[in-house]
């Protein structure tokens, strides 16, 4: 099984850009959410989604799209890139609540310069 | 906001039991509380989760307070490995509750 699936792992960019980080499960879970975590803090959550079609804001939402097309894809959008989303991202899913764990991605970092 | 409050960090000798306190006043009756742990820049790992009993799996065990405000994750036997934060979470059923905030967790260091 492949799990949570985040690409890509690494990636550069200049301020103003604009880039999509891809999240995939293939466990069929209905939960998905990203994470955004910087040095010495824990996780703080950006966006989530409960099912196809439905997304919600987290704590951090600014500067960053989602949408739920599909119940395995959570793709993040950057719109125009800031230095102060420099930062590893986490995707994560998860059966319905109380039936299991999270699954995390394996994070991707992101420079913004 | 986080719904629940952690000291920063603890210690404890490796193959002694580590005690993990966690506050959740504010649970409501349908939420789970839940324990992930992180191992430098990796994704969190789940280890356990609770609704009202006591659980205990291979990794860990849960205690949770008679009026649920409050659990503890013991590992019974730490061993280096086992340095990491850990994160107490308190997770709904549905909608906007069923989302999973962390806060900052404690950092727990096992010593030689």
């Known amino acids: 099984n492949a799990g949570v699936t985040q690409t890509p792992k690494f990636q550069v960019l200049k301020t103003g850009q604009s880039m999509t980080l891809q999240c995939a499960q293939d466990?069929?879970?209905?939960?998905m959410s990203w994470y955004r975590q910087d040095p010495g803090m824990g996780l703080r959550l950006i966006h989530y989604s409960v099912g196809a079609g439905i997304t919600d804001q987290g704590e951090v939402p600014n500067g960053y799209n989602v949408s739920r097309s599909t119940t395995e894809d959570f793709p993040l959008r950057l719109l125009s890139a800031a230095p102060s989303q420099t930062s590893v991202y986490f995707c994560a899913s998860s059966r319905p609540v109380g039936t299991g764990e999270l699954f995390f991605g394996e994070g991707s970092r992101l420079t913004v310069l | 906001d986080a719904k629940t409050t952690q000291p920063p960090s603890m210690d404890c000798a490796e193959g002694r039991a580590a005690n993990l306190p966690c506050n959740h006043s504010?649970?409501?009756?349908?939420?789970?509380v839940y324990w992930y742990r992180q191992i430098h820049s990796q994704g969190p790992q789940y280890i356990i989760h609770g609704l009202k009993n006591n659980e205990t799996n291979e990794m860990a065990s849960l205690i949770i307070t008679e009026d649920r405000k409050s659990s503890t994750l013991i590992l019974p036997h730490a061993t280096l490995r086992d340095t990491a934060v850990y994160y107490c979470?308190?997770?709904?059923?549905?909608?906007?509750?069923?989302?999973?905030?962390f806060g900052k967790g404690i950092t727990l260091s096992v010593r030689p």
């Open positions: 979470i308190v997770r709904g059923l549905t909608g906007a509750n069923s989302k999973l905030t």
């Open positions: 504010t649970i409501s009756g349908n939420e789970y």
């Open positions: 466990m069929n879970h209905e939960y």
